[in-house]
């Protein structure tokens, strides 16, 4: 493609820049100049530093969204190419912004951010200017230079020139032919195809003006919306691309609908995973980076969402809308292919593997692993390189492997194969899990990067029963179960939306085993039976505070998930803004969290006991206390608040953090009071700026739950990011972080 802004990674000098405060000013300020001078036609802000604002007309999809501002009001002289990778508008964004001023080559751009806001989104786009294709002719001029960064529309328009390697190509009204480039949109233009009209930014590159089209609807074509298969999506074996590119999709930055079996989930915070046809065969497979399907292996799934192109790994991203038809499926066989046949980088023979399930035999380690977790196997016809994506292996240089089976990735210019589990590697897999226990117990392998002694049964389905010890409270009841009488090992955290327990209940699942950042959790349950409610917890382990001080450690792993209680302990650290806070029964302090309760305590306040879940949380094990009992259980246990209709009040005030967090669309914020109060629930924004108002007014005693779905007092979507939602209550106050991602 014509635009070729090289992305440099800088050695930056070890010296202290303060730059002052950017000038308030207009677009028009930085781009009207009608004296060329050394470049074509410079801002007159060269170098400086400004504040703008500006409605989003455009952005570049893919890794690094830069995009294109316009005054609202719109005219020439009044838009401006923004080259920056940290705001990530959406088309319709209003953005106030604080940049330094630039000169590339004869464009005016704006970059190195340094403070950003998104005031507001789904905005109308300034009105398109009409021009003739022989404004842009004939390189650098005043005429062409009042419209670079503005949205225009060109004619009846024939083409004149079809597309080049680098994806330009010439249109002409009859004025004299003007350039077009695929910076944002690729078409196969091909000489004498017309357009009743063509609309796109106004960009300068190489010394020419060329219009950039943002999509299909720029060039007055309707692209499919649906596809018949994964085939479609990733079959291209003669157009390798410029730069980055690898044979990209024909449906790139397109919507498509797509059906197939999931045959490898990476596990964790974004489940990301792949589909493949399930015929399987070449170019029937596919990446898919998406955090909100959370699918499992052996699923069937229809879904519609854009393709893109991620430096030349075809991917399935922005999912709109899935359904999962149905579960349980038999995989596509994987595909035999020798080593070779995926070495050597980018090329058409090892691209029509990309995504798909292959195997690789009688191989050798020819290197070892690396500290990005890759090493290389060889077959005797090519080495190809092995990743630790989905599963971590140690293996040592001449180690043999009757198979290797795996999802073939594209990255940094290597093709690679990513093994999901042991038996990938042809090792044994362990035997089928029969309880809690057997899901939770090893304490002697660390496990790699983010790992804590990771259950051996990752990825895995498995069948357990236990009691439901605790339940986060609101509509997504994530739970607690644990084996009675088991003691060390015999607790879980169950991440799930379906079951709805009750603590109390003796509860059987059937679901997968998944490691979250090092907290080992229950995951995508497909069955499940409570065979009775009402029971009684099991005993609460004696355990000293220091048990779960110092990080990741098999000592406290143990007790991952259990019910545990500490004795005679003081509050050593207040509970900061995200409600964690510390006690110490003298043989060091371990963290407290208001995940499933919100506690008040002071520095110096003195427990005879505190009993409560063992969680794993950003690198610490940390006590959950479920409610007041928890605090002090010595005393008489108050009523337990089960629902919103509760009739006695709590104890004390609280404001619990919101679930889900992070979140999309919506999240629940619950708060309590003892008494009868003024309250005021609001959000604020990274600025201190408050932005929605959830509560304001007098409230009886009781516990409340409020739902918020990201938008602002006056209804309009907020971007995505951190915000703050404060509970003012007599003279209670508290604050939580969310974080909102669209």
Same mark, same amino acid.
């Given at each position: 493609?014509?635009?070729?802004?090289?992305?440099?990674?800088f050695?930056v000098?070890?010296?202290?820049?303060?730059?002052? !405060?950017?000038?308030?000013?207009t677009?028009?300020?930085?781009?009207?100049?009608?004296?060329?001078?050394?470049?074509?036609?410079?801002s007159?802000?060269d170098?400086?530093?400004?504040?703008?604002?500006?409605?989003?007309?455009?952005?570049?999809?893919?890794?690094?969204?830069?995009?294109?501002?316009?005054?609202?009001?719109?005219?020439?002289?009044?838009?401006?190419?923004?080259?920056?990778?940290t705001?990530?508008?959406a088309?319709?964004?209003?953005?106030?912004?604080?940049?330094?001023?630039?000169?590339?080559?004869?464009?005016?751009?704006?970059?190195?951010?340094?403070?950003s806001?998104?005031?507001?989104?789904g905005?109308?786009?300034?009105?398109?200017?009409?021009?003739? *294709?022989?404004?842009?002719?004939?390189?650098?001029?005043?005429?062409?230079?009042?419209?670079?960064?503005?949205? +225009?529309?060109?004619?009846?328009?024939?083409?004149t020139?079809?597309?080049?390697?680098?994806?330009?190509?010439?249109?002409?009204?009859?004025?004299?032919?003007?350039q077009?480039?695929?910076?944002?949109?690729?078409?196969?233009?091909?000489?004498g195809?017309?357009?009743?009209?063509?609309? &796109?930014?106004?960009?300068?590159?190489?010394?020419?003006?060329?219009?950039?089209?943002?999509?299909?609807?720029?060039?007055?074509?309707?692209?499919?919306?649906?596809?018949?298969?994964?085939?479609?999506?990733?079959?291209?074996?003669?157009?390798?691309?410029?730069?980055?590119?690898?044979?990209?999709?024909?449906?790139?930055?397109?919507?498509?609908?797509?059906?197939?079996? +999931?045959?490898? +989930?990476?596990? $964790?915070?974004?489940?990301?995973?792949?589909?493949?046809?399930?015929? &399987?065969?070449?170019?029937?497979?596919?990446?898919?980076?998406?955090?909100?399907?959370?699918?499992? @292996?052996?699923? @069937?799934?229809?879904?519609?969402?854009s393709?893109?192109?991620?430096?030349g790994?075809?991917?399935?991203?922005?999912?709109t809308?899935?359904?999962?038809?149905?579960?349980?499926?038999?995989?596509?066989?994987?595909? #035999?292919?020798?080593?070779?046949?995926?070495?050597g980088?980018?090329?058409?023979?090892?691209?029509?593997?990309?995504?798909?399930?292959?195997?690789?035999?009688?191989?050798?380690?020819?290197q070892?692993?690396?500290?990005?977790?890759?090493?290389?196997?060889?077959?005797?016809? $090519?080495?190809?390189?092995?990743?630790?994506?989905?599963?971590?292996?140690?293996?040592?240089?001449?180690? *043999?492997?009757?198979?290797?089976v795996g999802? +073939?990735?594209?990255?940094?210019?290597?093709?690679?194969?990513? %093994?999901?589990?042991?038996?990938?590697?042809?090792?044994?897999?362990?035997?089928?899990?029969?309880?809690?226990?057997?899901?939770?117990?090893?304490?002697?392998?660390?496990?790699?990067g983010?790992?804590c002694?990771?259950s %051996?049964h990752?990825?895995?389905?498995?069948?357990?029963?236990?009691?439901?010890?605790?339940?986060?409270?609101?509509?997504?009841?994530?739970?607690?179960?644990?084996?009675?009488d088991k003691?060390?090992?015999?607790?879980v955290f169950?991440?799930?939306?379906?079951? #709805?327990?009750?603590?109390?209940?003796?509860?059987?699942?059937?679901?997968?085993?998944?490691?979250?950042?090092?907290?080992?959790?229950?995951?995508?349950?497909?069955?499940?039976?409570?065979?009775s409610?009402?029971?009684?917890?099991?005993?609460?382990?004696?355990?000293?505070?220091?048990?779960?001080?110092?990080?990741?450690?098999?000592?406290?792993?143990a007790?991952? &998930?259990?019910?545990v @209680?500490?004795?005679?302990?003081?509050?050593? *650290?207040?509970p900061?803004?995200?409600?964690?806070?510390?006690?110490?029964?003298?043989?060091g302090?371990?963290?407290?969290?208001?995940?499933?309760?919100?506690?008040?305590? *002071?520095?110096?306040?003195?427990?005879?006991?505190?009993v $409560?879940?063992?969680?794993y949380?950003?690198?610490?094990?940390?006590?959950?206390?479920?409610d007041? $009992?928890?605090?002090?259980?010595?005393?008489?246990? %108050?009523?337990?608040?089960q629902?919103?209709?509760?009739?006695?009040?709590?104890?004390?005030?609280?404001?619990?953090?919101?679930?889900?967090?992070?979140?999309?669309?919506?999240?629940?914020? @619950?708060?309590?009071?003892?008494?009868?109060?003024?309250?005021?629930?609001?959000?604020?924004n990274?600025?201190?700026?408050?932005?929605?108002?959830?509560?304001?007014?007098?409230?009886?005693?009781? =516990?409340?739950?409020?739902?918020?779905?990201?938008?602002?007092?006056?209804?309009?979507?907020? !971007?995505?990011?951190?915000?703050?939602?404060?509970?003012?209550?007599? =003279?209670?106050?508290?604050?939580?972080?969310?974080?909102?991602?669209?």
């Amino acid at each position: 493609m014509a635009y070729r802004h090289v992305i440099v990674l800088f050695v930056v000098a070890l010296f202290a820049f303060s730059p002052a !405060a950017g000038l308030a000013t207009t677009i028009y300020d930085v781009q009207h100049n009608e004296t060329s001078g050394d470049d074509c036609y410079p801002s007159p802000l060269d170098a400086q530093q400004v504040t703008i604002e500006g409605v989003v007309t455009a952005v570049v999809p893919g890794a690094y969204p830069n995009f294109w501002i316009e005054e609202a009001a719109g005219g020439t002289w009044r838009g401006v190419y923004v080259y920056d990778t940290t705001v990530e508008p959406a088309r319709g964004d209003l953005v106030n912004i604080s940049v330094e001023v630039d000169e590339y080559f004869g464009l005016t751009e704006l970059k190195n951010v340094s403070a950003s806001q998104i005031l507001s989104s789904g905005n109308d786009l300034p009105a398109v200017l009409d021009i003739n *294709t022989g404004d842009l002719n004939g390189g650098c001029n005043v005429t062409a230079e009042a419209y670079e960064g503005l949205l +225009v529309r060109v004619s009846d328009v024939t083409v004149t020139q079809a597309p080049d390697s680098y994806g330009e190509w010439y249109v002409d009204d009859g004025s004299g032919e003007c350039q077009l480039d695929d910076v944002m949109y690729e078409y196969a233009a091909t000489v004498g195809d017309t357009f009743d009209a063509i609309v &796109g930014v106004v960009q300068y590159s190489y010394g020419e003006y060329e219009i950039l089209p943002r999509d299909a609807a720029d060039l007055g074509v309707t692209p499919s919306d649906t596809t018949n298969s994964i085939y479609e999506v990733q079959y291209n074996e003669t157009t390798q691309g410029s730069g980055d590119d690898c044979f990209p999709s024909p449906f790139d930055n397109q919507p498509v609908t797509i059906e197939g079996i +999931v045959t490898a +989930v990476k596990s $964790g915070q974004f489940p990301n995973f792949w589909l493949e046809d399930a015929s &399987g065969g070449l170019w029937q497979g596919v990446y898919v980076f998406d955090a909100t399907v959370g699918p499992s @292996r052996g699923d @069937r799934i229809s879904l519609t969402a854009s393709v893109d192109d991620y430096f030349g790994m075809t991917e399935i991203k922005d999912v709109t809308n899935f359904e999962i038809i149905s579960t349980g499926n038999t995989l596509p066989d994987p595909i #035999d292919i020798s080593t070779v046949d995926l070495a050597g980088g980018c090329s058409a023979g090892a691209e029509a593997y990309e995504g798909l399930l292959v195997r690789v035999s009688d191989v050798v380690v020819t290197q070892e692993v690396v500290e990005h977790g890759e090493w290389y196997v060889d077959d005797g016809s $090519g080495q190809c390189q092995i990743d630790d994506y989905l599963f971590a292996h140690t293996p040592a240089l001449g180690d *043999t492997f009757d198979a290797i089976v795996g999802v +073939v990735q594209y990255g940094f210019g290597q093709y690679e194969i990513n %093994p999901r589990n042991a038996e990938d590697l042809g090792e044994e897999p362990p035997e089928p899990a029969q309880s809690i226990y057997d899901v939770q117990y090893n304490e002697t392998s660390q496990g790699t990067g983010n790992d804590c002694y990771p259950s %051996p049964h990752k990825d895995l389905v498995v069948t357990i029963r236990g009691i439901v010890t605790a339940v986060l409270p609101g509509e997504y009841p994530n739970f607690f179960l644990q084996t009675p009488d088991k003691g060390l090992w015999s607790g879980v955290f169950v991440y799930d939306l379906s079951v #709805d327990p009750d603590r109390g209940d003796d509860l059987a699942i059937t679901a997968s085993v998944d490691e979250y950042f090092g907290l080992t959790e229950i995951k995508n349950v497909s069955s499940f039976e409570i065979h009775s409610s009402d029971n009684p917890m099991p005993a609460p382990e004696n355990i000293t505070t220091a048990d779960l001080a110092g990080g990741c450690s098999a000592g406290a792993e143990a007790y991952e &998930g259990v019910l545990v @209680r500490v004795n005679d302990v003081s509050c050593t *650290t207040a509970p900061n803004e995200y409600g964690e806070w510390f006690i110490d029964d003298g043989s060091g302090p371990c963290q407290v969290d208001d995940y499933l309760y919100s506690y008040a305590a *002071t520095l110096g306040e003195n427990f005879p006991a505190i009993v $409560g879940i063992v969680h794993y949380s950003y690198g610490e094990y940390e006590l959950l206390p479920r409610d007041g $009992g928890d605090i002090n259980p010595t005393a008489v246990n %108050p009523t337990a608040v089960q629902d919103y209709g509760q009739t006695t009040p709590p104890k004390a005030y609280g404001l619990s953090q919101n679930y889900p967090n992070p979140f999309n669309p919506e999240t629940e914020i @619950r708060y309590a009071l003892p008494e009868g109060s003024y309250v005021r629930l609001e959000v604020f924004n990274l600025l201190g700026q408050k932005v929605a108002t959830l509560a304001d007014g007098p409230q009886e005693g009781g =516990e409340f739950a409020v739902r918020w779905n990201g938008t602002d007092d006056t209804g309009l979507s907020l !971007a995505s990011g951190i915000y703050f939602c404060r509970l003012q209550a007599g =003279e209670f106050s508290d604050t939580k972080k969310m974080i909102y991602l669209k």
